[in-house]
């Protein structure tokens, strides 16, 4: 007769049962009570708290301003970590420690130092926002979609810009550091042999470099996406909380606890975990077809 197979790690069934019992207090209970106060609503009522007008525009304030901030993230992220690993220069220690301030910062103070470079009266703000206003009026007779996302007239801070703004900063070190770690994995000798090849640099990065990081990407774009849906304190400063135009989700959820709304709140808050849990399985989804993809 064989031995009993012994566990790698002593104590395997204990720390199992912790682990478990710790993320079902800290995770999975909160959730279930969300679900549960809920449950409480008639179909009607609950149709009522999550698709009035004013819901649905926080909706979509919140999706369209979190799936922009995390693609330009996608974008700059890409080039911060890449430039962190691959080139040596004066003060890239300091820079490389200032990636992670966004998640040192506290929310709030995060709000209110971008609130005080981009208020129209701001640091930035005072001669940034004659420059921001003349572009989209100019990318409104190009792109009509502009106007739609109510851009046209905005201001920097305390509108729809600002949302942006504050989403962008709080989720650029999710990209940069889910990125970093594979870049420095990625070896030069590759980009010279697809050079040696006859492959032109744009050639190599579509063909070689891209591939062997996207996974990564979509990795960073998921995080910062759903750290986005989520942000309130570095929001509700810049934002300027307009209901219809600019008020996020997670404001009018604090707004409906706040009057007492209990089952409300916890209605739409349980659609935005429903939809979060649906997009980033679709993500998840989508980068392990990705990996398969580049593997064959």
């Known amino acids: 007769m064989s031995r009993s197979h012994r566990s790698v790690i002593p104590g395997f069934g204990?720390?199992?049962?912790?682990?478990i019992t710790y993320l079902s207090l800290i995770v999975l209970l909160p959730l279930s009570a969300a679900f549960i106060k809920t449950s409480g609503l008639t179909?009607?009522?609950?149709?009522?708290?999550?698709?009035?007008?004013?819901?649905?525009?926080?909706?979509?304030?919140?999706?369209l301003a979190s799936f922009a901030a995390a693609s330009l993230n996608c974008v700059?992220?890409?080039?911060?970590?890449?430039?962190?690993?691959?080139?040596?220069?004066?003060?890239r220690r300091v820079v490389d420690a200032l990636v992670d301030l966004p998640f040192a910062l506290p929310t709030a103070v995060a709000g209110i130092a971008l609130t005080a470079l981009y208020a129209p009266n701001g640091w930035l703000g005072h001669?940034?926002?004659?420059?921001?206003?003349?572009?989209?009026?100019?990318?409104?007779?190009?792109?009509?979609?502009?106007?739609?996302?109510?851009l046209l007239g905005a201001k920097l801070a305390f509108d729809r810009p600002g949302i942006f703004i504050a989403l962008t900063f709080i989720g650029l070190p999710f990209v940069v550091r889910t990125l970093q770690p594979i870049i420095e994995e990625l070896e030069p000798?590759?980009?010279?042999?697809?050079?040696?090849?006859?492959?032109?640099?744009w050639q190599t990065i579509?063909?070689?470099?891209?591939?062997?990081?996207?996974?990564?990407?979509?990795?960073?774009?998921?995080?910062?996406?759903?750290?986005a849906l989520g942000e309130y304190g570095s929001v509700v400063?810049?934002?300027?909380?307009?209901?219809?135009?600019?008020?996020?989700?997670?404001?009018?959820?604090?707004?409906?606890l706040e009057q007492y709304d209990y089952a409300g709140a916890t209605a739409i808050a349980v659609v935005m975990l429903v939809a979060s849990f649906t997009l980033l399985l679709i993500i998840n989804l989508l980068q392990k077809w990705s990996r398969r993809h580049h593997a064959v």
């Open 14 to 19: 204990l720390s199992l049962g912790l682990t």
């Open 43 to 63: 179909w009607e009522e609950f149709k009522t708290a999550v698709f009035s007008p004013r819901v649905l525009a926080s909706y979509r304030i919140s999706f």
């Open 76 to 91: 700059f992220g890409l080039i911060v970590a890449w430039v962190l690993v691959r080139y040596p220069f004066p003060g």
């Open 127 to 150: 001669w940034l926002d004659p420059i921001w206003s003349s572009f989209v009026h100019k990318l409104a007779d190009v792109f009509p979609f502009v106007d739609w996302v109510g």
């Open 189 to 201: 000798e590759f980009e010279e042999a697809s050079a040696s090849l006859g492959a032109n640099r």
């Open 206 to 227: 579509t063909r070689v470099i891209f591939p062997q990081l996207l996974p990564a990407l979509i990795t960073g774009f998921a995080m910062a996406f759903a750290r």
């Open 237 to 256: 400063f810049i934002s300027g909380n307009m209901p219809m135009r600019t008020e996020i989700t997670p404001l009018l959820i604090i707004t409906k």
